[in-house]
């Protein structure tokens, strides 16, 4: 659920004898020299007015600027990459070696407000069926470049299809999270940039609770390493794969039922139109249509008997 900015008033524990969460900020940065410094100092200046327990988990890529120096420079612990193996291979790497169960990640290019960040551990901790809050970039300013808005509503419109409820932002990168519930989906998380997309289809789509908070979002700091074309695509891709990983007849049968109304329509148009009888063609795509409905059945059962998520051992 999303609630309203203006009705946020959320507050960390502070009963006596009751500690304050204790929470890992794990950050990915590549070539991001020029912004993470002043991204850290502010994350930890929140955070110690908060009066929360945290680690700063800054993990470099395999950047070849001075972004581990910088990092270094404010005191947070730094992970290194030898080389540039991606957004969500960093963020597993972060999350892997976390010592709290609760995972905040953001960016380094300073463009979510990381001061909102209590906000969403808050909204956590008071919610206790939640596993993760998304910080909704649905605030009073947004940064959305203008070409990149329509594919981002088309990928967010199939997205709410596969879950079955509208998701506000389907991949922001500032959220909180329960470290279990994220090892759980990590042979599912891929490396590149939809690590987020993927872990919120993956617990919408497992039963898992999402809340929303809506933050701004600031324009970049340094050059995006956003590919908007290549990675709408990927993205697309991706979601229809988790689609038909975790609800697959919300693929078949809808598809099932355009073969036949096309066979139908078909049939229609020979008989009326071209006064003859359906021909073999008229068979084929409905016998296709009874095939693909059968193929997302099976699907659906296979999905509902075996565990699609990873199972960490005890």
């Keep these: 659920m999303l609630v309203p900015m203006e009705t946020l008033q959320f507050h960390l524990p502070t009963d006596e004898g009751q500690d304050p969460p204790s929470i890992s900020v794990v950050i990915p940065a590549y070539n991001e020299e020029h912004g993470i410094g002043p991204v850290l100092e502010r994350i930890q200046q929140v955070m110690t007015d908060s009066g929360l327990t945290y680690e700063v988990i800054v993990v470099d890529d395999g950047s ?34 976390a010592q709290y169960d609760l995972i905040c990640i953001t960016d380094a290019d300073g463009t979510y407000p990381n001061e909102r960040i ?69 042979n599912l998380l891929p490396d590149g940039f939809s690590f987020t997309t993927t872990i919120t289809l993956a617990m919408l789509s497992n039963g898992y609770m999402v809340g929303y908070v809506p933050i701004n979002y600031h324009p970049r700091v340094g050059r995006s390493k956003i590919r908007p074309i290549q990675d709408t695509l990927d993205f697309a891709q991706l979601i229809l794969r ?73």
């Design 64 to 97: 070849t600027d001075a972004t581990a120096a910088q990092a270094e420079a404010t005191g947070a612990d730094v992970l290194r990459h030898a080389g540039n193996r991606g957004y969500g291979a960093a963020l597993k790497t972060g999350i892997r070696h």
């Design 242 to 314: 988790i689609a038909l990983y975790f609800a697959p007849l919300k693929i078949f049968l809808p598809l099932s039922g355009i073969l036949l109304l096309l066979a139908v329509a078909w049939g229609l148009f020979s008989r009326y139109v071209l006064g003859q009888l359906a021909d073999v063609s008229t068979m084929v795509v409905a016998m296709g249509a009874v095939q693909v409905a059968v193929v997302g059945l099976l699907a659906e059962l296979v999905n509902r008997r075996l565990p699609n998520y990873y199972r960490e051992e005890d």
């Design 118 to 186: 209590p906000d969403l551990l808050a909204r956590l901790a008071q919610d206790d069926g939640c596993d993760m809050v998304v910080g909704a970039r649905t605030g009073e300013k947004v940064s959305i470049p203008l070409v990149r808005r329509p594919a981002k509503w088309a990928l967010g419109q199939l997205a709410n299809l596969v879950v079955g409820e509208p998701i506000p932002d389907l991949n922001s990168g500032l959220r909180v999270f329960r470290r279990q519930a994220a090892l759980r989906f990590f």
